[in-house]
């Protein structure tokens, strides 16, 4: 690959250049060569270590800490989570979540660039967890009691899974295990808290696979098949109102092999009964441990044997 402008390093690693210049001033690193104009220009080695420093400082490290290591150093590298936020911090996103709810109403056209500019200043896994995942409970309240409308709803649901899914596209793939198979099930159309989880395993090492939304049982079966899934999961926004999804599940459960695990998540699980062999996880948190815990149970570290679907 030649070397890259600026503008394509932003692109393909959402850094934007501030933060580029900064770390380059700062830390001596990136290192750009010049041409005849003065123009920046990235070789592709440190383009690729650009790509995992933003998925561990997404992880809670400081780039002064990576921006020395060569990218085998950084690609071993553990996941190291946000330590609890401090009361400073937790106001802080409370502020943000509260402007960006003015800003839906008030500035659409500015949401997306607002969300950017929020998701490179938090990292992304402040961000989800407590920007994107309190906001679309706060959208959703606000459609409730008819302070939003329905095209409010929209706007913020397109807008936001077009942030998660260009984020999740530029981390760097690990292809580890667990090879992770995520959508929902027909009659279920909402994706976010399935972008949002998505984008924790993926900042984790775990190798995810989306099919979108709604598909058919019999269809994840064999696309767990085809990629030699270890995890199916499935996602149950607030709104999900399917009563058949409970014999959805035991369907998928039977038919799926017995060495590749089913979990459920969202909101809207508690419509369905406890299924035997299907692993529940309300929360984002419960997601991330389910993660950890399953690794243990496998004998493997972040950086463990790679799947064998690619």
Same mark, same amino acid.
């Given at each position: ?35 005849a ?9 440190? =383009?690729?270590? $650009?790509?995992?420093?933003?998925? !561990?400082?997404?992880? @809670?490290? /400081?780039?002064?800490?990576?921006? %020395? &290591? ?15 936020a401090s ?9 943000? =979540?509260?402007? $960006?709810?003015?800003?839906?109403? !008030?500035?659409?056209? @500015?949401? /997306?660039?607002?969300?950017?500019? %929020? &998701? ?18 706060a ?15 929209h ?7 077009r ?11 690990d ?17 976010l ?12 090492g ?26 199916v ?28 695990a089913?979990?459920v998540?969202?909101?809207g ?23 950890a ?9 972040h ?8």
């Open positions: 690959m030649e070397a890259l402008t600026i503008s394509d390093v932003e692109r393909e690693t959402r850094l934007s250049r501030d933060i580029l210049r900064a770390w380059e001033r700062r830390y001596g690193f990136p290192a750009p060569v010049r041409d104009n003065g123009e920046r220009h990235y070789p592709a080695d440190q =383009v690729e270590r $650009l790509r995992l420093m933003k998925r !561990l400082v997404d992880q @809670g490290y /400081r780039p002064g800490e990576l921006a %020395q &290591l060569p990218a085998e150093q950084l690609a071993a590298l553990p996941p190291r989570h946000p330590a609890p009361q400073p911090a937790q106001e802080d996103d409370e502020r943000t =979540v509260k402007q $960006l709810l003015t800003t839906i109403k !008030l500035d659409p056209r @500015g949401l /997306r660039r607002a969300m950017g500019q %929020q &998701l490179a200043r938090k990292g992304l896994e402040r961000f989800v967890r407590h920007v994107a995942a309190p906001l679309t409970r959208v959703g309240q606000c459609w409730q009691d008819g302070s939003f409308e329905i095209s409010d709803e706007l913020y649901t397109e807008e936001t899974a942030v998660l899914r260009q984020t999740i596209s530029a981390l760097p793939e292809r580890r295990a667990p090879c992770i198979l995520l959508t929902t099930l027909p009659g279920e159309p909402h994706i808290g399935l972008l949002m989880v998505e984008a924790l395993w993926a900042l984790d775990a190798a995810c696979i989306s099919l979108g939304a709604e598909t058919p049982p019999a269809d994840i079966v064999r696309a767990a098949a085809a990629y030699e899934a270890d995890i999961a499935l996602s149950f926004s607030a709104a999900s109102a399917s009563r058949q999804a409970g014999a959805a599940l035991r369907q998928l459960r039977q038919a799926l092999p017995a060495t590749t089913l979990w998540g969202g909101a699980i508690g419509i369905h009964a406890v299924i035997e062999g299907v692993h529940l996880l309300p929360t984002l948190e419960d997601g991330q441990r389910a993660l815990d399953w690794r243990l149970a496998q004998g493997l570290r950086g463990g044997a790679a799947t064998r679907f690619m």
